[in-house]
């Protein structure tokens, strides 16, 4: 996936991201991996903050989309678009 390339994901994280991306319930991805359901949500609030989404409601469907724009080569990593924030407010 080419989400992998902007940030630095776990191979486990790496896994349920791929997993998140099938229609499956949070429970059969805990069980296909061997989790517990609180390990796998452990995991996927690590994961939700590192492509900043820091909150969970849709957050899974949210990482879906951002998926998705990465495929398209329409993903702009949430650290760019700060950086182009901050040099706008300095006018440079």
Do not use: C, W
């Not at 989309?65 to 407010?89: C, G, H, M, S, W």
């Amino acid at each position: 996936m080419k989400l992998f390339k902007f940030y630095a994901f776990t191979e486990r994280q790496r896994e349920i991201i791929k997993l998140i991306m099938t229609p499956k319930s949070l429970q059969e991805i805990a069980d296909e991996l061997g989790l517990k359901y609180d390990n796998l949500q452990f995991h996927l609030t690590k994961v939700y903050r590192t492509v900043g989404l820091p909150r969970r409601g849709e957050n899974r469907y949210k990482l879906m989309l951002k998926v998705y724009e990465a495929e398209a080569d329409r993903f702009v990593p949430q650290t760019e678009i700060k950086y182009v924030n901050k040099n706008l407010a300095r006018g440079t």
